[in-house]
């Protein structure tokens, strides 16, 4: 009596098998969906120049800059933004030797992050100027950096020597992409070195020539071209002018007038402007950009570098 039943009963049991795979494959599809695509490789950088660099290595990055280019990235807030932004993130990149020192250890300590830890320092991989063992920088000191100028970007040759570095770093923490980031820097590389070569023709007629200009930040970019700074706007490194200082600066500018007065672009530029009224005409004030903006990659960083130069050879042939 039960042989009748039996093919029913197979086709009833094949019917509810594949029922049961369809909902499990739907299932796996639509948590898929609902989960959406892979978390991009998140990169928080201190400064916009290292974050061009990395959009040059890893151009599907997620990358947070937490300062522009009117900003003095010695004096920075400590933000809730900041802070979560670092705690996303997967690797921290910044300047080092102390530039960061007022604000960078608190972010990191705050946002708890276990993988921002090891931060990649641009100063770590480059031959710093000026450097002043022994130095410690106090509230009445000023700016002091024992480890040197951290102004590191400012020598484009730096930046070569920097995205080498950045792109090993990315190299071991994201495998999968080594043989396209190795691509990547091999191109930079050369394009590179060929504009360093156009930049250096152009920038001879610079040698030799002195500038004043408000703080030390431009010293990689002086010695770089060899120009030479005869005189800071601050008494004292990282102190803002004074107008006593600025008339004693006067008198020695006077007898051996500057080529310019250069301020960065994050920079009060009255005193700038006050000094090179007294000193006339011959003496112009230049306000030059001390890094990209905030989404600059490869096409900002030479862009950058053209237009100091430009800047500083319409002065000197004029």
Known sequence: MCCPLEPTVRILSKLRYRAAVLVTVSGAMLSILMSGPAAAFTVFACEPEWAALTRVMLPDARVHVATHSLQDPHHIEARPALIAQLRQADLAVCTGASLEAGWLPKLLQRSGNAKVQDVLF??????????????????????????????????????????????????????????????????????????????????????????????????????????????????????????????????????????????????????????????GSGVPLLVLPATVSEDADAEGLIRWVDNMLSSLLGVALS
């Not at 091999?186 to 070195?193: G, S, T």
């Not at 020539?209 to 010293?219: D, I, L, N, P």
Request: proline content about 8%; overall charge positive; glycine content about 8%.
């Open 122 to 279: 641009a100063s770590d991989h480059v031959n710093m100027i000026d450097p002043q063992p022994g130095a410690i920088g106090t509230p009445w000191a000023g700016d002091v950096h024992a480890e040197g100028n951290p102004h590191v970007h400012l020598d484009p040759r730096n930046l070569l020597l920097v995205a080498n570095a950045l792109a090993a770093r990315l190299q071991v923490q994201i495998p999968t992409q080594k043989a396209a980031i190795e691509k990547r820097r091999v191109a930079f590389e050369v394009r590179w070195k060929s504009q360093l070569t156009q930049w250096q023709q152009r920038a001879i007629p610079l040698r030799g020539r002195q500038v004043a200009a408000q703080h030390t930040t431009f010293g990689y970019l002086w010695d770089w071209l060899g120009i030479k700074q005869t005189a800071d706007l601050e008494p004292t490194t990282g102190m803002a002018p004074t107008p006593g200082h600025l008339q004693r600066l006067l008198s020695g500018l006077q007898a051996k007038p500057p080529m310019a007065v250069v301020v960065a672009g994050y920079q009060d530029s009255r005193p700038g402007k006050w000094l090179t009224g007294q000193l």
